[in-house]
């Protein structure tokens, strides 16, 4: 799938839906979702909770073929946006 298309918002209803059909619980696979998307979309860095449930749920994941290693691979500095090192 091209995401050069989508927005987040776009990309990340897609992913939710294909990580709820992987029996991921509606509210994990939206947290999930918007960590993938921001990820695809603008290589932003996972927080600790978005970590800790890639983990947790990735063999659903990857079941859904969402499966991104660097997701957990992450430098803590390279957070998303509102992390100290992006607002100086």
């Known amino acids: 799938m091209s995401v050069a298309c ?3 918002n776009q990309l ?3 992913y939710w839906r294909k990580l709820m059909n992987a029996g991921i619980p509606s509210g994990a696979a939206k ?13 932003l860095a996972p927080s600790k909770q978005q970590q800790q449930l890639i ?8 079941q859904a073929n969402l499966w991104r290693l660097e997701l957990l691979l992450t430098h803590p500095l390279q957070h998303h946006r509102g992390s100290p ?3 100086k």
């Open 6 to 8: 989508c927005t987040v």
């Open 12 to 14: 990340r209803n897609i």
């Open 31 to 43: 947290v999930i979702a918007g960590a993938i998307s921001s990820h695809d979309l603008d290589r």
């Open 55 to 62: 983990s947790y749920y990735c063999p659903a994941i990857a």
């Open 85 to 87: 090192i992006f607002s």
